[in-house]
């Protein structure tokens, strides 16, 4: 529509309009930046608020909502940035309402199928603190003790994987020109991480050729003679090793998945058969990985043998201990990872097992000189011999989340992280007891640490189980029927457990089946919460729809 | 030493004292985990300090302290974890002492050096808020409601960018099969997230070829017959472009770097020159490079001309606006980024100039299908026509920072950003004018956004500055003389401006020199500010050592 000029408004007063509006907005905003003295009342009073939001949110016992996911994302289909600032309070209260409310409860005892959980309240008000101080970690110019603190605390953990001497650690822990770990914002990062650097090193400059970095794959592996590259790790490695071997422009196919056996830990025997039909192929190996608590299962691959494969090989040999590093903090659980010594490069997730907010992983090197192989500069910053955390990293800017690391290893301290590892391994074992003596379940694997697969049996197949006579189509429908019961468990939402799939053997025959995957990580979860997620599944299977799954059943037996 | 055996403790007095230690961890550690209402006491007790070390922090108006680097790390060389969980209140005691008493004050507004600053106070209290839900956004699974939401802002900042229909926005804004951004750690793996997917879709699968991702960069090189492939972008490209070329494989020789005018912007003629050879050559350009807002000098390249020519090539266009992706807010100064909404990939930082905390970086897409050449799967999650934000994305698990930028974008809305931008532009212009007033400093290149490039010339020189009469040796002196004068300012503390290097023409020869650098972006930096910080470096000029470089440059001239 075009006004025509009588319906036009006084260009003064439109803008003098704008003008009234401009200034508005210059305080409102003026407001939320002002030194924290005048900004008390604003900041304390939506610290109120959110502190009110907080507490109701943590203290919720039902994993989640019975919210329908298409009502739930009706919500949110605004594309257009609002004009003018938002009232405060009432932002706030549409947030509750929409956004906190139906979010998932990870720190419930009974949201027990995510490697999320309750975290220590120190991390909260140290959140606040982060964001207050709003340090830049790339830099020293941005992030001056934070630097040290992060270098200290990465030392910290690096000392309990390796334990070199004194002397090792009074050299390394505060030498820019050594890189004992490098802080990143996830387990996918370090890995990514680790492989780069084992990717660079060995196709590094020699003989006036320049090494890949400068040269590219390509060349690289036509200068050293190889037909390709490869990763050799077990089938169930994380899928951050298909990203890296994506990125690093080896391809997925490059990408090795060993088989695993029934505890999920990778076949020896065909990992060493992989390293000879790649030697024999003339293909590089870019790394071995070996796995310390898989994503699907926590099973933990045998270290030490991988260890003894990638030496003599001479290859780097690279752990990803994401959800499994922290076992070595345990006494009784420690020897599990016996060979993580040996690793040329660890992944470790702060916000896994240390109990620490997202956004903290993790990898450490052996080799104080590796992340030499990825070291990059910038004339703003990242010079040469300067404290700047940056030159070594994938990533650029990234805030100060070495404070919560640090936090953690004082305020929780070997012996508190000890007690946490214990106890979930501890509960996982009473769970698994538990399975196995109730009838409707079947235990699918001895658990390594304090991740359980199990599944649901329906009534009419249970016997079939006990004499290990189910078929492939007796298979497909127990499939079918923990997938429903999933579903269903995770939309009333009183409690939560994921599912995954599993390998296992049916008549000689390898096939994949559906498991219900328990993850036994929170502090909160006590031996009734693992009962009540247990009930809840009985009682689930026994009332809503599945009980058309049952009759299906009860006539194809 | 060995203890005899008379000197050995009773073995069963051991057990017991270990028994009892055991029982104190286990309290102290299940106090820190307590639900709620029963940690009320630690946590507001920690909350309390953690307020007052943060509003301390946040009103001191010196960006550092003097203390000494040396000194400094040595307070950081403890390699071993303590044993038992360290008391909460001595915890922070010495967190406040060494760590926080010696961050820098990015907050400072006469800390003017970097692109960290001020940030609103709503983004305290809800960074307690992510950290209490701990929502994990790589699934839906652990973010249900956060996942839309992050769907949704990243559409408002999508739209704002490429401004399509409203009913492209409602078919693509809660499709779980579309992707219009990718929120990620920061720019960096934006950077390297758009130039993977432009890679993957220009080498992807073809008349019966896997593509790139199956079959690795050479076999796919090879199959499309090229000779390599290239990223072309300007010469003052982010060194994340270094690493995605690295990274990625085509080596950091296949990133080329055309030169920039005197205005730091792409020498179009030259990037269009650059284009013809690599097709000569027979390289793949995988994409062509757009800079919004240079990290050393915030110069925005003419994104129509690139546009022109990525079209003409039909190449891949991707827009590194980490920086000056926020001038789209400003009506004033939206028309300097003309031609962004032709690009195929965009680059934002969150906590950059949306003035939200470290760890936000975004890639949005034009093609809400683009995506899909990165995307992967996992059998324990990130399920096909799942809502996983993780399955196209570089990064793994991820914390909700989402929560923030819904926050930002609502509660200071399109006008409270334009104002932000347009202060932060008409300050930077108030500083290059009270530099070419003042005789002691010389302003290097007129500012395109809100970062400024000059330095400080020693009295002796002066006139042969007015003249254009400087020699390379002269120029060399000033170098020297402005990088002490940058340390020394660093190290007092009172004010900072950070330093790069800046090619200029000397008699006809291009040569690199020093230049100080300063960033305005905090909204609480006036002008009064601006003319503390250059008044303290000329104080620091006129004394410490930087006197004897004054003699040196007097015997010299």
Redesign the interface.
Known sequence: MTLSKQEMPNQNYLCETEQT??YE??E???Q??????Q?TS??DK??N???D???E???TVNA?TDID?NS???????????????N?ES?LQD?GK???????H??SPQFI?????????????????????????V????????S??E??SL??????IYNFS?NF??QH??NNSSTLGILV?????AN?TAL?CAR?AALGPKDGF?G????????A?DFYGYK??VIIGSELM???F??AA?????????LIRVPTDCNNRVDIQALRQAVIECRAQNQLIIGIVGVAGT??SGGVDSLSEIADIAQEAHVHFHVDAAWGGPLIFSEQHRHKLAGIERADSVTI?G?KQLYL???IGMVFMRDPHMAEA?E???????RKGS?DLGKRA???????MA?FL??G????????Y???IDEGIRKTQYMADRICMMPEFQLLAEPDTNLLLYRYIPEPLRELVAKKQLTEIDNQLIDQFNERLQKIQ?QIGRT?I????KTTVSFGKEIPIIAL?AVIAN??TTEEDIDAVLNDQIQIASQFEISNFLEAIEKSV
Chains 1, 2 share one sequence.
């Open positions: 509006l401009h907005i210059e409102q905003v003026m939320l930046f002002a030194s924290s003295s900004t604003i900041e939506i610290d608020i959110i502190h939001l907080s507490q949110f943590l203290s989640n996911i739930l994302l009706g919500k949110f289909c605004e594309s257009k940035i609002p004009l003018e600032p938002a405060f932002y947030l929409n956004v906190i409310t139906h979010s998932i990870t720190s199928g995510h490697m999320t959980s309750a975290l220590p309240c120190f991390v909260r008000p140290l959140a606040k603190l982060m964001t207050a101080m709003n340090q830049n970690a830099k020293i110019e941005t992030a001056k003790a934070l040290f603190c270098r200290e030392a910290m953990l690096h000392r309990l004194d650690y009074v822990i505060q914002s996830g387990g996918t990062v990514i780069w660079n320049g890949i970095e400068k040269e590219g794959l390509a060349a592996l390709g590259a994380h899928f951050s298909d990203k994506d990125l690093m422009g080896i391809s997925t196919h490059g994503t699907d997730d916000h907010p997202m956004g990825i990059k500069q910038a004339s703003y910053t990242m404290f994938l990533e650029g800017s990234r805030p100060g404070l640090h936090a290893l004082n305020l929780l301290g070997l012996k508190g000890e007690f946490l995770r939560f994921s599912r995954t799939t995957r502090p909160l």
